[in-house]
């Protein structure tokens, strides 16, 4: 059988480029910011993880270009070798302190992240706990380990304690969930999760990609959100979102990252982030460090729509977080809905199967601190009308 067989049979994708509904690939032709040019439409943004607005600061902007002029381009070279550079220690110093964890170790990007740290931790003989609705990047770090993965129901803490019951004592046990869910933007049931921990000898790591700039009164994540920042174990996060650049990181104490520094394939084997990128992510570090409003701003905001859309009998899951999905049930009506949505100025993600259960397609939006309330009113006026059109809700 010809390898390649599979490229020929019908996909989902081919069939929304047929009938003129394809919702990829989007091309932009400005920067990211509450309103972009996309496909020379002018279009209100809410589909972007630019939580905190960071991505249009000029300090931001400035420190890249200062860091490309003063380093160049890149570093030509893994962290390991010839690739580090006093800005990584810098933002990894730096960002250690701010996050109350001893030591941080960065890499070039968040799904690298989740690799790096979880293939070099979770050994042979070791087992990972993964909640369903974990981030891809976390399914695909435990397949590149050689432990044994199980998966509980999404936030099911009886089944949690279920598996965590039938684990021998003698195995290594790390349980991994995500902060704020991608999809769903449900938090996660850390005080419960941690309690679990303590009663069978097991580590926790939270995945705060989208907690970082997003909980807590200051920004630090899911943790700081619920009070339990000594309790978890390792962090790991992303600066493509609240911190307006590209890249990742894990935090834990020192001589965990000192183990994963020297053990993890990802790491050792990847080139390190450009001068730029870590420039950027270190400016928009302090100035989340300088003006922790801007969390209060994107929760505001964030409410605010979640509120009006209620009140325009649109169903919603209740969270606090920057994430509202709304869900169209189909995969097609999904590529139909952003079609009509971006022709109406309004940008929103599909998210179909199988990122979601087959006939839970939904549609993901997303908040920005900077976002003004006549923006939020327009975007809302549009999906409803786009979802009265296709019967939804």
């Not at 920004?219 to 979102?241: C, N, P, Q, W």
């Not at 870590?278 to 003006?291: G, T, Y």
């Not at 505001?300 to 994430?323: A, F, H, N």
Request: proline residues 3%; charged residues 25%; hydrophobic residues 40%.
């Amino acid at each position: 059988m010809d390898i390649f067989e599979k490229t020929k049979q019908d996909h989902l994708y081919k069939r929304a480029k047929k009938e003129g509904i394809y919702p990829y690939f989007h091309t932009l032709s400005s920067g990211q910011d509450t309103e972009v040019v996309m496909e020379n439409r002018n279009t209100i943004m809410i589909g972007s993880n630019n939580y905190l607005g960071f991505t249009s600061e000029k300090r931001v902007i400035e420190a890249g270009i200062e860091a490309l002029k003063k380093y160049g381009s890149g570093n030509s070279g893994s962290r390991f070798l010839n690739g580090t550079l006093d800005l990584h220690i810098e933002l990894e110093e730096k960002l250690a302190k701010f996050l109350h964890k001893e030591k941080v170790m960065t890499f070039s990007t968040g799904f690298q992240s989740n690799l790096g740290i979880i293939s070099a931790i979770v050994g042979r003989h070791d087992v990972i706990l993964c909640d369903r609705e974990n981030h891809a990047s976390i399914y695909d770090a435990c397949r590149l380990s050689f432990g044994e993965m199980f998966r509980f129901k999404h936030s099911d803490m009886a089944d949690l304690e279920e598996k965590l019951k039938q684990i021998p004592s003698d195995k290594g046990i790390l349980i991994v969930t995500d902060g704020v869910f991608s999809m769903s933007g449900e938090i996660c049931k850390l005080p419960e999760i941690v309690n679990l921990a303590k009663k069978y000898g097991a580590r926790v790591m939270v995945d705060d990609a989208h907690g970082l700039g997003v909980l807590g009164a200051h920004g630090r994540g899911t943790a700081e959100h619920f009070g339990l920042e000594d309790e978890v174990d390792i962090y790991m996060g992303t600066f493509s979102k609240s911190l307006a650049s590209l890249g990742g990181y894990v935090a834990s104490t020192e001589e965990v990252i000192d183990y994963v520094m020297h053990t993890s394939r990802p790491y050792i084997f990847s080139a390190s982030m450009t001068p730029a990128s870590v420039a950027c992510a270190l400016e928009s570090l302090k100035m989340l460090e300088e003006n922790p409003k801007r969390v209060q701003d994107l929760a505001e905001i964030s409410k605010y729509m979640r509120d009006g859309l209620k009140k325009l009998g649109v169903k919603l899951i209740d969270s606090i977080t920057p994430i509202i999905p709304i869900y169209v049930y189909d995969d097609e009506k999904a590529f139909v809905a952003c079609k009509m949505l971006l022709e109406r100025g309004v940008y929103v993600n599909p998210v179909v199967s199988p990122a979601t259960p087959k006939g839970m397609a939904l549609l993901r939006t997303s908040y920005t601190a900077t976002h003004t309330k006549q923006q939020m009113d327009k975007a809302m006026k549009v999906i409803k009308e786009v979802l009265d059109i296709l019967g939804v809700n």
